[in-house]
């Protein structure tokens, strides 16, 4: 156990290459966009432009920082998008419009996503049903609970509540403070405890981390219930800005695919145990930029979808072909 805790401490410095790639990668797009906007006539850079795109990319981020923890331990969740519309609904009906119940509603909804990781957790490692499987399956559950209880938004978060999701510190937006917050605690998470490193052992090689003394199903159940009450979260700022419980806020906005995409182009491999929450956050902010500049540019849905596609493969294709160059230079120089 202790050789595994030691090996572990290398594990944060792997997640800081492809996460300098994606940083630097995001700097180039945000000056391409730039160029492209102010020679159409537009300007870009604007602060107003900038914290539009920073606050249409608060849900995402923290949706991303779950799914980032899911992939890492060798799995992933594709019911965020389905349990980010119960969360919304849940906090709009136990609220009610009543700011005496607000704390009760975040409770509820926190509890309610705990336990749909928990869930999660349990059927991938007690049922051994793969994780894609898993994780379909109860967002089905999920979907069939929404169909058949609503037609439309519900409930209503008061005014106070709202304020999450438009209030500003200074120039910042809430929400985006709230994602940075919630990305922090998870890097420190990773990088800093034990729980963190069995994380990146689990995802990185499973059978080793069990000989080893890891408790792999606890870590992978954690990991799910990290993410989902992630997913709770991103529910929760999305019924602040609605003001109200929406059951598809999730699914219309794509956020499983999505957030897995975020994960992706920040280098967390699918495979698990390589890559890191900057990554991700990066990422995002990718997908964001990308966004904008669409909007801004006027572009048909189909082209959009196009391009963050190649996007997506482009980036991955790139570091696949760095992690392959690397392996080669290292049986290079293995002794013979």
Request: charged letters at 10%.
């Amino acid at each position: 156990m202790t050789a595994l805790v030691g090996r572990a401490r290398w594990l944060p410095r792997i997640a800081a290459g492809p996460a300098a790639g994606t940083w630097v990668a995001l700097g180039l797009v945000v000056l391409l966009a730039a160029a492209i906007v102010s020679a159409r006539g537009g300007d870009y850079l604007t602060q107003a432009n900038v914290l539009n795109m920073l606050s249409r990319s608060s849900a995402l981020g923290i949706v991303a920082v779950g799914q980032t923890i899911a992939i890492l331990a060798g799995s992933l969740d594709l019911s965020v998008a389905y349990l980010i519309g119960l969360s919304s609904l849940i906090a709009a009906e136990v609220m009610a419009g009543d700011p005496a119940m607000i704390v009760p509603g975040v409770l509820a909804v926190l509890a309610a996503s705990a336990l749909v990781g928990l869930v999660n957790g349990l059927v991938i490692t007690k049922l051994h049903v793969n994780a894609f499987i898993a994780t379909l399956g109860v967002g089905l559950v999920i979907k069939g609970i929404l169909e058949s209880r609503y037609q439309g938004p519900a409930g209503s978060v008061p005014v106070l509540f709202q304020r999450l999701g438009y209030d500003r510190i200074g120039p910042i937006p809430v929400s985006v403070l709230l994602m940075l917050a919630v990305a922090g605690a998870a890097a420190l998470f990773l990088q800093r405890t034990r729980l963190g490193h069995h994380v990146y052992a689990v995802g990185g090689n499973v059978e080793v981390a069990r000989v080893s003394g890891v408790p792999t199903s606890r870590t992978t159940v954690l990991a799910h219930v990290l993410c989902s009450l992630c997913a709770g979260l991103a529910g929760l700022y999305l019924a602040s800005r609605l003001g109200a419980g929406a059951p598809y806020v999730g699914t219309d906005g794509g956020y499983d695919l999505e957030s897995i995409a975020a994960v992706v182009l920040g280098g967390t491999v699918l495979a698990g145990g390589r890559g890191g929450v900057g990554g991700t956050v990066a990422g995002v902010l990718l997908l964001a930029v990308l966004d904008n500049l669409f909007d801004q540019l006027v572009l048909d849905a189909f082209f959009k979808d196009v391009v963050r596609g190649a996007v997506i493969i482009l980036a991955v294709a790139v570091y696949a072909r760095r992690q392959l160059r690397a392996r080669a230079q290292r049986a290079v120089r293995v002794p013979r």
